[in-house]
């Protein structure tokens, strides 16, 4: 596909957001929510010359806005009590969408933007026509089977200096290592050495706002909240995902009531990098012929390319 640009602005909700867009600004709009908790949205939209299209394969059709979290990128703190507590980020989400005049987008969320897509969906049940969740846990559970990967997976020096950073005050620079050490768990091939340098090059990582987060994620469990969701939602998961394996996603199965999933063979925890045009063809599907908020069960979407 032709390149596609990318506008980046600064807008203000009370403190300065940095927001990148591709795709017509008439189109359906697609609002996007990074993981981390601490990094940026920037690996949404990442150089097509090293990692292909990534989310810019559905600016055709929609308009994909993405933006950095409060505390993380280009964006700002406000001067405020607790400024960086889990539910400041979920308000986060109506300030951005007000401001930029998005009527009901799809929320796109990965990882741990998919708590806050799920926090803002029982707060504002309104706000939103459609979830498309990637790397999605319900529960803390899944660092159980995070901490089994780096157990069965990683060489020992890796395993012991993600030991020792566990044990120190998180810093950014230890934050972008364990990111490093940890990265062969996140895809379903190690990236080639361009692809990881961009990575870490590219991607920054806040440590102050990874341990505010930490502490409200000590206990978290979305379960009890799951059932109230209406609007129709995608779950989306790679099958070689070590990070939140797939059986941790499938916990959503039977509680996230309007959901549908589908699976990608060949990704792991990023498949709209590993897989970005089959990926974009499932969700273009999804939110063309997006199923109806009272749809009982789990099933699968019809797709080519991944499982």
Not at 72 to 83: F, H, I, L, R, T
Not at 108 to 133: E, I, K, N, Q, W
Request: with cysteine.
């Amino acid at each position: 596909m032709l390149p596609v640009p990318i506008e980046e602005r600064t807008i203000d909700v009370g403190f300065p957001v940095l927001v990148r867009e591709a795709g017509p600004e008439d189109a359906p709009a697609i609002l996007c929510l990074h993981g981390g908790p601490g990094m940026d949205a920037g690996y949404f939209l990442p150089d097509p010359n090293v990692w292909g299209s990534g989310l810019r394969e559905l600016a055709g059709a929609f308009r994909v806005v993405t933006y950095d979290q409060r505390g993380c990128g280009g964006s700002g703190v406000p001067a405020e009590d607790q400024p960086l507590a889990l539910s400041r980020h979920v308000d986060d989400i109506e300030r951005v969408r007000e401001a930029l005049g998005l009527e009901r987008p799809a929320i796109l969320a990965h990882s741990f933007g998919t708590v806050l897509a799920l926090l803002h969906a029982v707060r504002h049940p309104d706000a939103a026509s459609s979830l498309v969740l990637v790397g999605c846990a319900p529960t803390k559970s899944f660092q159980d089977g995070y901490r089994r990967a780096v157990a069965e997976e990683l060489p020992p020096a890796a395993r012991e200096r993600l030991r020792t950073i566990q044990r120190e005050p998180l810093t950014d620079e230890a934050m972008r290592e364990r990111f490093a050490l940890a990265l062969p768990l996140y895809f379903h091939d190690p990236p080639i050495e361009e692809r990881r340098r961009w990575l870490l090059e590219n991607v920054t990582f806040h440590a102050r706002v990874n341990r505010s987060i930490a502490l409200d994620l000590e206990s978290y469990d979305l379960t009890p909240a799951l059932p109230q969701i209406r609007i129709p939602a995608l779950v989306v998961y790679g099958e070689r995902d070590r990070v939140v394996r797939p059986e941790y996603q499938l916990e959503l199965r039977g509680r996230l009531r309007t959901a549908r999933f589908v699976a990608f063979q060949e990704s792991g925890h990023f498949p709209f990098l590993e897989e970005p045009e089959p990926f974009a063809r499932v969700v273009h599907y999804f939110l063309r012929h997006g199923l109806a908020a009272e749809a009982p069960g789990p099933a699968s979407l019809p797709h080519s390319g991944g499982a």
